[in-house]
């Protein structure tokens, strides 16, 4: 979790038929902008300090183009990853032990040198096969497949592809995912039986989209942090809640009255617990990992 991160989250999702990413491109934009011009009466909007413009059309890029832009680093001229990794350091860019394909090595260059300075709205496309296994392949370029990210202000907003319709490859491409999951890769995927079957009897030529309505929100309103535009955010119940508390010491008694009424007497509590208790800055917290479940009490009232 962080202020762009939430484990709960709205997204919008778009198939169309007989469609491609270039479609989905032209979608989102339009999609994106009249959004704004319907809310906001503009396409010009201020993200804390930043002017973007979000009339179309937006810049397009390749993710090869834009790496080299920022590193100098060509990947498209290398063949060989051991000198394609020499090429990544040189430029400054942190190798993990768990990158073994050029593809992986041109996504780190991209995340950790491009992603954050992408402003203004801008469509980056043509990903490596290796990072997208839903993914059709490129028509012209081998290694590559027909997808964009959008991103706005640094952050990814939308994701699109050419859906991958061919079932033998995209069975083989779930296959290798399910030995990467089982080697403790934590963003592999399993093996879905059922999609494939639905591939087998057929599926025409698809594009795909997703939006993540909480960044566009958070853009559209000038938040700084995504848990001031959720929705629905997952809250405590208010029942649960510690309302006040008051502590005998000869007796070591302590009670607890709750928010929906409860009150609750826990005995052998140490005055040592109770001081802490009250210091702390969080007595729900300190509750849950010092008293609940963990030391014998009464209800009381």
């Given at each position: 979790m962080s202020s762009r991160?939430?484990?709960?989250?709205?997204?919008?999702?778009?198939?169309?038929?007989?469609?491609?990413?270039?479609?989905?491109?032209?979608?989102?934009?339009n999609m994106i902008?009249?959004?704004?011009?319907?809310?906001?009466?503009?396409?010009?909007?201020?993200?804390?300090?930043?002017?973007?413009?979000?009339?179309?059309?937006?810049?397009?890029v390749t993710m090869h183009e834009v790496v080299k832009d920022a590193t100098g680093v060509d990947f498209t001229g290398y063949d060989d990853f051991d000198a394609a990794k020499t090429a990544a350091q040189d430029a400054g860019i942190e190798v993990p032990s768990d990158c073994k394909t050029i593809g992986k090595l041109l996504n780190e260059a991209f995340e950790q040198k491009v992603e954050t300075n992408l402003i203004?709205?801008?469509?980056?496309?043509?990903?490596?096969?290796?990072?997208?296994?839903?993914?059709?392949?490129h028509r012209d370029k081998p290694g590559l497949v027909e997808r964009f990210e959008l991103f706005i202000v640094g952050r990814e907003t939308a994701n699109s592809f050419s859906e991958l319709t061919d079932p033998l490859d995209q069975r083989a491409r779930l296959?290798?995912?399910a030995a990467k999951k089982a080697a403790g890769d934590l963003e592999a995927n399993d093996i879905d039986e059922d999609f494939l079957a639905a591939l087998e009897y057929g599926m025409p030529p698809t594009g795909g989209?997703?939006?993540?309505?909480?960044?566009?929100?958070?853009?559209?309103?000038?938040?700084?942090?995504?848990?001031?535009?959720?929705?629905?955010?997952?809250?405590?119940?208010?029942?649960?809640?510690?309302?006040?508390?008051?502590?005998?010491?000869?007796?070591?008694?302590l009670r607890i009255t709750f928010n929906n009424g409860n009150i609750y007497q826990y005995s052998d509590v140490p005055e040592k617990i109770y001081k802490e208790l009250k210091e702390t800055s969080s007595v729900g917290q300190y509750f849950n990992s010092q008293f609940k479940d963990k030391l014998g009490c009464d209800r009381v009232g």
């Amino acid at each position: 979790m962080s202020s762009r991160h939430n484990p709960a989250f709205t997204s919008s999702e778009v198939y169309q038929a007989c469609a491609d990413y270039h479609d989905m491109m032209a979608l989102t934009e339009n999609m994106i902008s009249d959004v704004a011009q319907e809310v906001l009466g503009t396409t010009k909007v201020n993200y804390q300090g930043e002017d973007i413009d979000l009339a179309p059309p937006w810049r397009r890029v390749t993710m090869h183009e834009v790496v080299k832009d920022a590193t100098g680093v060509d990947f498209t001229g290398y063949d060989d990853f051991d000198a394609a990794k020499t090429a990544a350091q040189d430029a400054g860019i942190e190798v993990p032990s768990d990158c073994k394909t050029i593809g992986k090595l041109l996504n780190e260059a991209f995340e950790q040198k491009v992603e954050t300075n992408l402003i203004q709205p801008t469509f980056v496309t043509d990903y490596p096969v290796e990072i997208s296994p839903l993914a059709k392949p490129h028509r012209d370029k081998p290694g590559l497949v027909e997808r964009f990210e959008l991103f706005i202000v640094g952050r990814e907003t939308a994701n699109s592809f050419s859906e991958l319709t061919d079932p033998l490859d995209q069975r083989a491409r779930l296959e290798a995912q399910a030995a990467k999951k089982a080697a403790g890769d934590l963003e592999a995927n399993d093996i879905d039986e059922d999609f494939l079957a639905a591939l087998e009897y057929g599926m025409p030529p698809t594009g795909g989209l997703g939006i993540g309505i909480d960044r566009l929100v958070m853009l559209l309103t000038d938040s700084p942090s995504i848990r001031d535009v959720i929705a629905f955010p997952l809250l405590k119940s208010q029942s649960a809640v510690v309302k006040e508390f008051d502590y005998d010491a000869d007796k070591q008694i302590l009670r607890i009255t709750f928010n929906n009424g409860n009150i609750y007497q826990y005995s052998d509590v140490p005055e040592k617990i109770y001081k802490e208790l009250k210091e702390t800055s969080s007595v729900g917290q300190y509750f849950n990992s010092q008293f609940k479940d963990k030391l014998g009490c009464d209800r009381v009232g």
